[in-house]
């Protein structure tokens, strides 16, 4: 554990070389790629710091070299950030496997102290599971049946992969638990967190909880979390939501009775597993020979955030839906696998809306397992967790001997928000990788970089589609966005020498 600790922070300390995770995870075709044009990372940190450096008044003013920049951070973003927080966090608490759980706002209970965890770091929520079970005796001496807990946001996503631990909601509508006046503590650590939350809790009587010294909200009540307080942090918090369960007023209790089951814990490892059924010797066979075939026509990534601009999760189930039916396998992370969780498409019902081809495919997987069909959408976690997916498509191109880039594979963030989104999507343009997005990304000030990222060459000589083989697609109309992700699937199976 010291050992990998140790190697964990070279990729934030050492001078020379490259990100350790880099050459742990990367694909060799990209490697060599990123080493011609000189943006392979050295240390996170000193990366950050130039990157800081760089956008100075007076410092770099080259769009061209400004891109490169974007695409040697995003890199960072990938190995430094993604890979080696989620292999650290599958150390420290397992490498998730199938669950089964339940969603919407029908998984908070009456009768129970409810306790809603949100936000991104699964150490804090680790704990909180433990101490809920642990302290269950001392819910029901105070009335309750005992201690319920929903997540919500990526919070959400990581003790219901490894813990099955059911899901309220997801980010445009964090609000809505506290609303149900159900809801005793909700626990937040970082990002995607309403500030707005205490005001709401004002009108209830949810205790919000801050736990990070970097994160205090206003009006919400402080819990100081570190991994030395970790036992005694958790300890408190149950507390705190076991005393609040006796000022619940219960004129104000109005929960939602839907609930939708789903089934989630998509880790690589757990899909090598459910492939190994069909040919042990060769798990990844089976899932090449059906996108060889046409059965599976390709596979998308649908990630990211849910967008206050648009109607809630809307979006993400409508480009869901549309590649489905086009036979294109679905894999989804973040506030996106939410959003289809919530509308059965992480269910086996979720089938109907599959083409023929591919739903033949997921019943066919199921039925190995015990399941009338695999879920059409598979849950890989929460949003640090698109590495996950990145280990997918690494691995499939490695067995192939073929880059990345030229899989038959694209990535789609419907309804952004976060810089982070922007940031993980460079990522997967610099391996080649076709990423789109619903919300205008912030480049249309500059036709240099706007052209560079969406493949227009007329207006730059740097493209990412000519660099890399992948390029950006803005498109608000979920359809119209299917149909241009499905052209260029199509395109990429062509290029490999198999039908369109």
Same mark, same amino acid.
């Given at each position: 554990a010291k050992d990998v600790a140790l190697k964990a922070l070279e990729d934030f300390q050492k001078q020379y070389g490259v990100l350790n995770w880099l050459k742990l995870k990367g694909n060799a075709k990209s490697i060599e790629k990123w080493q011609e044009l000189g943006i392979l990372p050295i240390n996170a940190h000193a990366e950050i710091a130039t990157a800081i450096n760089r956008q100075a008044?007076?410092?770099?003013?080259?769009?061209?070299? @400004?891109?490169?920049?974007?695409?040697?951070? &995003?890199? =960072?973003?990938?190995? #430094?950030?993604?890979? @080696?927080? *989620?292999?650290?966090?599958?150390?420290?608490?397992? *490498?998730?496997?199938? =669950?089964? $759980?339940?969603?919407?706002l029908g998984t908070i209970k009456k009768d129970y102290?409810?306790?809603?965890?949100?936000?991104?770091?699964?150490?804090? #929520?680790?704990? =909180? =599971?433990?101490?809920?079970?642990?302290?269950?005796g001392e819910a029901v001496a105070a009335g309750a049946k005992g201690i319920n807990l929903v997540g919500v946001c990526c919070t959400g996503n990581e003790i219901l992969m490894r813990k099955g631990v059911s899901v309220a909601t997801n980010f445009a509508s964090q609000e809505l638990p506290i609303v149900t006046g159900a809801i005793d503590v909700m626990i937040v650590d970082a990002q995607c967190i309403m500030p707005s939350l205490p005001k709401v809790a004002e009108c209830y009587h949810t205790e919000i909880i801050t736990t990070l010294p970097y994160v205090k909200i206003s009006g919400a009540t402080h819990i100081?979390? #570190?991994?030395?307080? &970790?036992?005694?942090?958790?300890? &408190?918090?149950?507390?705190? $939501?076991?005393?609040?369960?006796?000022e619940r007023d219960q004129t104000k209790v109005q929960i939602p009775d839907d609930i939708v089951e789903a089934y989630a814990g998509f880790s690589v490892k757990e899909i090598v597993r459910l492939l190994s059924k069909l040919d042990n010797k060769e798990p990844l066979k089976p899932l090449v020979t059906a996108i060889a075939s046409g059965d599976i026509l390709g596979v998308a990534a649908i990630v990211g955030c849910t967008n206050p601009k648009l109607k809630q999760d809307w979006y993400n189930l409508e480009v869901a839906k549309y590649l489905l039916k086009n036979n294109v396998l679905v894999v989804a992370t973040g506030c996106s696998a939410h959003s289809l969780a919530k509308f059965s498409l992480m269910s086996p019902k979720g089938v109907e809306y599959c083409g023929d081809r591919l739903r033949n495919v997921l019943e066919t997987l199921g039925r190995a397992h015990g399941l009338d069909a695999l879920p059409p959408a598979l849950h890989m976690g929460s949003c640090v967790d698109n590495s996950r997916v990145d280990d997918l498509l690494v691995a499939v191109a490695n067995y192939l001997d073929v880059s990345v880039s030229q899989l038959p594979a694209v990535g789609s963030c419907p309804e952004t928000h976060s810089p982070k989104a922007i940031s993980i999507g460079a990522y997967f343009l610099a391996q080649g990788v076709d990423v789109h997005v619903g919300i205008a990304p912030p480049i249309s000030g500059s036709p240099i970089i706007g052209g560079a990222l969406l493949g227009d060459k007329a207006n *730059?000589?740097? #493209? *990412?589609? &000519?660099?890399?083989?992948?390029k950006l697609i803005h498109e608000l109309d979920p359809h119209k966005a299917g149909q241009l992700m499905v052209e260029r699937i199509k395109q990429k199976r062509v290029a490999l020498g198999l039908k369109a």
């Amino acid at each position: 554990a010291k050992d990998v600790a140790l190697k964990a922070l070279e990729d934030f300390q050492k001078q020379y070389g490259v990100l350790n995770w880099l050459k742990l995870k990367g694909n060799a075709k990209s490697i060599e790629k990123w080493q011609e044009l000189g943006i392979l990372p050295i240390n996170a940190h000193a990366e950050i710091a130039t990157a800081i450096n760089r956008q100075a008044m007076g410092c770099d003013a080259d769009p061209e070299n @400004l891109i490169l920049g974007i695409l040697r951070m &995003a890199l =960072v973003e990938g190995f #430094s950030g993604l890979h @080696l927080a *989620t292999d650290l966090q599958d150390v420290l608490f397992g *490498t998730p496997g199938i =669950v089964k $759980a339940d969603y919407r706002l029908g998984t908070i209970k009456k009768d129970y102290v409810n306790i809603a965890v949100h936000g991104h770091i699964p150490m804090l #929520s680790e704990k =909180v =599971v433990e101490w809920a079970e642990r302290l269950k005796g001392e819910a029901v001496a105070a009335g309750a049946k005992g201690i319920n807990l929903v997540g919500v946001c990526c919070t959400g996503n990581e003790i219901l992969m490894r813990k099955g631990v059911s899901v309220a909601t997801n980010f445009a509508s964090q609000e809505l638990p506290i609303v149900t006046g159900a809801i005793d503590v909700m626990i937040v650590d970082a990002q995607c967190i309403m500030p707005s939350l205490p005001k709401v809790a004002e009108c209830y009587h949810t205790e919000i909880i801050t736990t990070l010294p970097y994160v205090k909200i206003s009006g919400a009540t402080h819990i100081d979390f #570190s991994p030395e307080k &970790a036992d005694e942090a958790g300890a &408190a918090i149950i507390k705190k $939501a076991i005393n609040k369960f006796t000022e619940r007023d219960q004129t104000k209790v109005q929960i939602p009775d839907d609930i939708v089951e789903a089934y989630a814990g998509f880790s690589v490892k757990e899909i090598v597993r459910l492939l190994s059924k069909l040919d042990n010797k060769e798990p990844l066979k089976p899932l090449v020979t059906a996108i060889a075939s046409g059965d599976i026509l390709g596979v998308a990534a649908i990630v990211g955030c849910t967008n206050p601009k648009l109607k809630q999760d809307w979006y993400n189930l409508e480009v869901a839906k549309y590649l489905l039916k086009n036979n294109v396998l679905v894999v989804a992370t973040g506030c996106s696998a939410h959003s289809l969780a919530k509308f059965s498409l992480m269910s086996p019902k979720g089938v109907e809306y599959c083409g023929d081809r591919l739903r033949n495919v997921l019943e066919t997987l199921g039925r190995a397992h015990g399941l009338d069909a695999l879920p059409p959408a598979l849950h890989m976690g929460s949003c640090v967790d698109n590495s996950r997916v990145d280990d997918l498509l690494v691995a499939v191109a490695n067995y192939l001997d073929v880059s990345v880039s030229q899989l038959p594979a694209v990535g789609s963030c419907p309804e952004t928000h976060s810089p982070k989104a922007i940031s993980i999507g460079a990522y997967f343009l610099a391996q080649g990788v076709d990423v789109h997005v619903g919300i205008a990304p912030p480049i249309s000030g500059s036709p240099i970089i706007g052209g560079a990222l969406l493949g227009d060459k007329a207006n *730059t000589p740097l #493209s *990412t589609d &000519a660099l890399f083989g992948g390029k950006l697609i803005h498109e608000l109309d979920p359809h119209k966005a299917g149909q241009l992700m499905v052209e260029r699937i199509k395109q990429k199976r062509v290029a490999l020498g198999l039908k369109a």
